[in-house]
């Protein structure tokens, strides 16, 4: 598939083993060193390093960062479908939405973290039992802002984060803007096929959906293959535990601006 949407670079913030401070000084940081995408994630617990270690909340979070950037755009990735009921997410959305001047993503999934699900009270139900929720959930979502007043800045992007061949990369095709996915090259060229049959099964361009990756190595050869693949939006990790290192973002960042030169 080709894509003619320009290559952005996301960080995700993991809101873990860090004070809050320390949090908000990185997302100025990776502001300032022109990142596209600023995103940090929907759970109340460490996913590694010590598991009762610091951690803080998305979507609170997510409303401070809408008032502390200017330019970045910010979001979950991903939202835990589970937490909140749909209409409410969306009206949070949309009021995180218009604080940040139209730069919010909402980012969802359907959620896997069972001591997230334990702790807080709600019912981890089956694999399953989830992802039939979330195909409830998406279209409420959308439902829910056509009524709200007043409604979104924009037509908010929804980007849908999984890899299951058979349900999520068919909601991501039924409903979402951004499909974000996990894996080498070959992995995801795998599932960018899955998702472009799921859109043409339904009568969707395939093209109407951006691509983004997690990537973990240096740009020099991960990135054209990806590239190549259609992926546009390459989203580093930064986890807290040892201080937040930007080193590897801004090669992700210089190698970007090579390909716009």
Known sequence: MTDPRPVRIGLQLQPQHADYAEIR??????????????????????????????????????????????????GALVTCNSYRNPELLADMARTVDHVSGGRLILGIGAGWFERDYDEYGFEFGTKGDRLRDLSRA?????????????????????????????????????????????????????????LDGHCRDIGRDPAEIERSVAVEQAPDEL????????????????????????????EWIAWRDGLRA
């Open 25 to 74: 000084r990185t997302v100025a940081a990776a502001e300032e060193a022109g990142v596209d995408v600023v995103f940090n994630w929907d759970h109340f617990f460490p996913l590694y390093g010590e598991p009762d270690g610091k951690h803080f909340e998305c979507w609170t979070m997510l409303g401070a960062w809408a008032e502390a950037t200017s330019r970045v755009e910010i």
């Open 138 to 194: 998406l279209p409420r979502i959308r439902d829910r802002w056509a009524k709200l007043n007043p409604p979104p800045t924009r037509d908010i992007p929804l980007l849908v984060g999984g890899g299951g061949e058979r349900k999520t990369l068919r909601y991501t095709a039924e409903h979402a803007t951004i499909w974000h996915g996990f894996g080498d090259p070959d992995t995801v060229a795998h599932k960018c096929s899955v």
């Open 223 to 250: 990135g054209p293959r990806l590239h190549e693949l259609g992926v546009r939006l390459f989203t580093v990790g930064q986890d807290g535990q040892d201080g937040y290192d930007l080193g590897l973002l801004k």
